[in-house]
């Protein structure tokens, strides 16, 4: 559907904690005070269940989940239920079952916005969350614990109410009233808050809250900056070790900016120059080495036939002669032809001279 892949700038990343919160405690009847009280999983199922009645099987639901692989089960009944009703979103598992608030937070604004999508954000009215919630390991207590609280609270408020009006309203009796009566009554019905601290009313404490929400929520915001740059940098780092450009003069700059000690605002300047040094060095070894893989086929195989043509033996140069310089040199005989001639290619080869007799 359109609400499964909605981005991180839709409207619903915006909706408020209190606006959440609201909304769970009137769909489901309980008594969230803090989004991460949901993290076991269990009330996000149940919020299927209430969008989707029938499709959820509650049985599976462990309302009760402390341990981290209990809460894995809930988030596994709720995968399929995704699965089943072919929603294409990915469930950070690990990151829901920690508890941190932030991501808890931004999970539980997109199931709002989905469940608005589908049926307004209000269950059927034949839907009672209760009744459902009963099918659940530990949806009884539960439910228990949800009514207990909110008994507290309306009893708490009823007298609130009634203490501000007994205070506030004035003795309409025609009796003379008794001073010291009437000071024990203020006693009773004021509390005056400790020397130097202001009065601890509940509008004060729910702001306190809301301020250590905020908090929290901007201390995670923050880790995770932090988390994803730390990654980063160490990427880089082990970049930076490879073998084959460990002694690069980029990557040795880059190193000296990773290492330095102090947040100095030379140390870009000095990988810059280190940089700069070293694209400069004269590069003499490999212009030699180049020079020398320069000599030509055409160039060897000249030099090879100029060794051919003369040898030398112990400072004496020899030729060899043509057969009819052997014929004529020794007397036009043919036998001491070819007697000079094995001689001459004995010492071309190295051999020692033959002496023809």
Not at 254 to 276: G, P, R
Request: net charge neutral.
């Amino acid at each position: 559907m359109a609400a499964a892949n909605i981005g991180m700038m839709d409207g619903a990343y915006f909706v408020g904690r209190n606006e959440i919160l609201g909304w769970i405690n009137t769909t489901l009847q309980l008594s969230l005070t803090k989004i991460e009280e949901a993290s076991s999983g269990a009330i996000y199922v149940q919020l299927m269940d209430a969008t989707h009645p029938g499709v959820v099987p509650m049985h599976k639901v462990n309302y009760d989940a402390k341990n981290e692989y209990e809460m894995i089960q809930n988030y596994k009944v709720l995968q399929d239920v995704f699965n089943k009703l072919k929603i294409s979103k990915h469930i950070d598992v690990m990151k829901l079952t920690k508890g941190r608030p932030l991501d808890n937070l931004e999970f539980v604004q997109w199931l709002k916005r989905y469940c608005d999508s589908v049926n307004g954000g209000a269950p059927a009215p034949s839907y009672n969350p209760v009744e459902r919630r009963e099918a659940c390991r530990g949806g009884k207590e539960a439910s228990k614990r949800a009514s207990h609280v909110n008994s507290v609270a309306v009893s708490k408020a009823s007298n609130n109410a009634k203490l501000s009006n007994s205070t506030v309203s004035a003795p309409r009796s025609s009796e003379t009233p008794n001073p010291l009566k009437t000071k024990q009554l203020m006693s009773a019905a004021v509390v005056v808050p400790p020397t130097g601290s202001a009065p601890q009313t509940p509008a004060r404490l729910y702001a306190l809250q809301e301020q250590i929400t905020e908090l929290k929520l901007s201390v995670d915001s923050l880790e995770k900056e932090r988390d994803f740059y730390f990654s980063k940098l160490r990427d880089i780092e082990i970049l930076c070790q490879t073998p084959a450009i460990e002694n690069a003069p980029a990557v040795l700059a880059i190193q000296k900016i990773l290492y330095a000690a102090e947040d100095s605002a030379t140390i870009l300047a000095e990988a810059q120059a280190l940089a700069i040094e070293a694209e400069s060095v004269p590069r003499t070894a490999l212009d030699a080495n180049e020079a020398a893989l320069e000599t030509t086929p055409e160039a060897v195989s000249s030099i090879r036939r100029e060794s051919l043509k003369r040898k030398s033996i112990g400072g004496l140069e020899v030729e060899n002669p043509s057969p009819r310089q052997r014929r004529n040199s020794c007397g036009g005989s043919a036998a001491a032809a070819a007697a000079v001639g094995i001689a001459s290619e004995e010492i071309v080869l190295g051999s020692s001279p033959l002496s023809v007799q």
